[in-house]
């Protein structure tokens, strides 16, 4: 077929079967590790982790905090996170704090997010939520009033 067929994620869908995954494994907010995390599944990580992580679906919850780096296949973040991101899709949710160089295919950013450090992601995926439709004036506006 022709050129235009390469096979792009609905980053939608592949998020919607991501959230209705069960969640495999749970670090309780008690608990702090202090070592390399490997895990499978989805895993949700409400206490500490000083150490760096290799799974598939990530999820730090706002009592979560990590230092080291990641490497997954989708990171939802609302804690807060020392280090490196690899990630495939990458949520920084509301109230998230992020210090360290982000590689994402897709990133999703919300307001309040704080995020320090490089970020890497594929451009046409990087989208800020909760911003208006934004035409060229719109944009033209926004960057002049400062």
């Given at each position: ?47 500490t982790i000083n150490g760096n992580i290799d799974g ?91």
């Open positions: 077929m022709g050129m235009f067929t390469k096979k792009t994620v609905n980053v939608k869908q592949e998020m919607k079967k991501v959230e209705s995954e069960a969640i495999s494994s749970i670090i309780d907010k008690s608990m702090t590790i202090t070592g390399e995390v490997i895990f499978k599944g989805k895993a949700r990580i409400d206490g598939e679906h990530l999820i730090l919850s706002e009592t979560g905090k990590i230092i080291g780096d990641i490497k997954v296949t989708s990171f939802n973040c609302y804690g807060a996170l020392e280090g490196n991101i690899h990630a495939e899709m990458l949520t920084a949710r509301k109230d998230s704090t992020i210090i360290g160089k982000l590689e994402a295919g897709t990133l999703t950013v919300e307001p309040g997010a704080a995020i320090q450090g490089e970020i890497k992601a594929a451009a046409k995926d990087l989208k800020l939520v909760n911003s208006p439709a934004t035409s060229p004036s719109a944009s033209e506006t926004k960057s002049a009033v400062k």
